[in-house]
């Protein structure tokens, strides 16, 4: 069936650095995408979204770009601090406003 | 979190046994969600509801049960049927309408079967 894939599970950057994490999918349905930011034992915080008639977006600190041509989703984000250290996944929406699937997770440390 | 509140954050439950997980959201919001996360695993849907008095389930309803009586209020019950009960819970609410994609979390329950 489709799914939302991400190239890299781990990723270890040191604090300051930009980062950038990224995220394979594969329902050509999809038009709308988001990024969310899991700390350990909390819920997944909303982070940025973008829909497919964008091919970047910007928020504080971080940027998503959407290439729908290769159906790839990233988020980067602007000199990494430590609090940025959590599991981030996407997540698309296959078409549909009611339902969203989510990606496993790549998580960030980052190192002071 | 958002105006999303799950209760209790740790459950424990012994075998055998139907426990409730409570969610709660005082954002006007008409659609609930929730979702199974175990470790190294993305969110997986066990049931969703858009509107009161509507359900549906997801990817993994079998063994577990909701009711949606009140927009506010979504709870899912795990019952005995359930053979790996063992996970995170996460609700999640969005609002409904064009253009609502975006789902937003509560801060979670963590259950554990003794």
């Known amino acids: 069936g489709e799914s939302v894939g991400l190239h890299l599970p781990t990723l270890s950057v040191q604090e300051g650095d930009n980062s950038i994490i990224n995220c394979a999918y594969s329902?050509?349905?999809?038009?709308?995408f988001i990024w969310y930011k899991q700390e350990s034992g909390k819920g997944p915080q909303f982070i940025i979204d973008?829909?497919?008639?964008?091919d970047k977006r910007q928020g504080q600190r971080v940027t998503v770009l959407l290439n729908k041509t290769v159906k790839h989703l990233s988020l980067q984000i602007a000199a990494t601090q430590p609090g940025d250290s959590a599991v981030y996944f996407c997540?698309?929406?296959?078409?549909?406003?009611?339902?969203?699937?989510f990606g496993k997770g790549t998580l960030l440390t980052v190192n002071p | 979190d958002g105006g999303i509140t799950q209760s209790p954050k740790y459950l424990f439950r012994k075998e055998g046994q139907n426990v409730t997980l409570s969610c709660e959201q005082n954002?006007?919001?008409?659609?609930m969600y929730w979702y199974r996360q175990d470790p190294g695993q993305g969110l997986r849907l066990i049931y969703y509801?858009?509107?009161?008095?509507?359900?549906q389930k997801g990817d993994i309803a079998e063994g577990y049960s909701v009711s949606r009586e009140k927009k506010e209020s979504f709870p899912l019950t795990v019952t005995s049927a359930q053979k790996n009960p063992t996970a995170f819970y996460l609700c999640?609410?969005?609002?409904?309408?064009?253009?609502?994609?975006?789902?937003?979390f509560g801060p979670g329950t963590r259950l554990t079967v003794l």
């Open positions: 999640a609410s969005r609002t409904s309408g064009a253009g609502t994609d975006t789902q937003y």
């Open positions: 329902n050509s349905a999809s038009d709308y």
């Open positions: 973008i829909r497919s008639n964008m």
């Open positions: 997540a698309e929406n296959g078409g549909s406003n009611y339902k969203l699937t």
């Open positions: 954002l006007n919001h008409d659609a």
């Open positions: 509801s858009q509107i009161v008095n509507d359900f």
